[in-house]
């Protein structure tokens, strides 16, 4: 079993920075690939980006050059980097991990609001 463990949400204004965290234990040799999805109510969950374990990384066009996403193998996280935030931004960040077989496992969620 792999658990994971999501920080780092809270409210942001405009044009703010926040830095998502995603530390993964349990069976993380498993692990094939993190990443983090976000949802606003009412609407189906967006992927954002996504870290290949061999080091590939995905990142949604709408976010492509405020957003990025990083990985600390060492110590089996994930990290989702946010600049330049907008009120569209606004959602629930959820990590996932996806084992080689691929079974996702995800996290409960952390909140991300944009406002002044």
């Known amino acids: 079993q792999v658990q994971l463990v999501e920080s780092g949400g809270g409210l942001v204004q405009p044009g703010g920075s926040l830095r998502l965290s995603c530390a993964a234990s349990?069976?993380?040799?498993?692990?094939?690939?993190m990443g983090w999805y976000r949802q606003v109510p009412g609407t189906e969950r967006e992927l954002v980006a996504r870290?290949?374990?061999?080091?590939?990384?995905y990142v949604a066009d709408s976010v492509k050059g405020r957003f990025s996403i990083s990985r600390d193998g060492a110590k089996d996280t994930v990290f989702l980097q946010m600049n330049s935030l907008k009120p569209e931004d606004t959602a629930v960040y959820y990590c996932?991990?996806?084992?080689?077989?691929?079974?996702?496992?995800w996290g409960h969620g952390t909140q991300v609001t944009v406002s002044s």
């Open positions: 870290s290949i374990k061999e080091g590939t990384t």
């Open positions: 349990g069976r993380v040799f498993t692990l094939s690939a």
């Open positions: 996932v991990a996806v084992d080689y077989a691929g079974l996702e496992i």
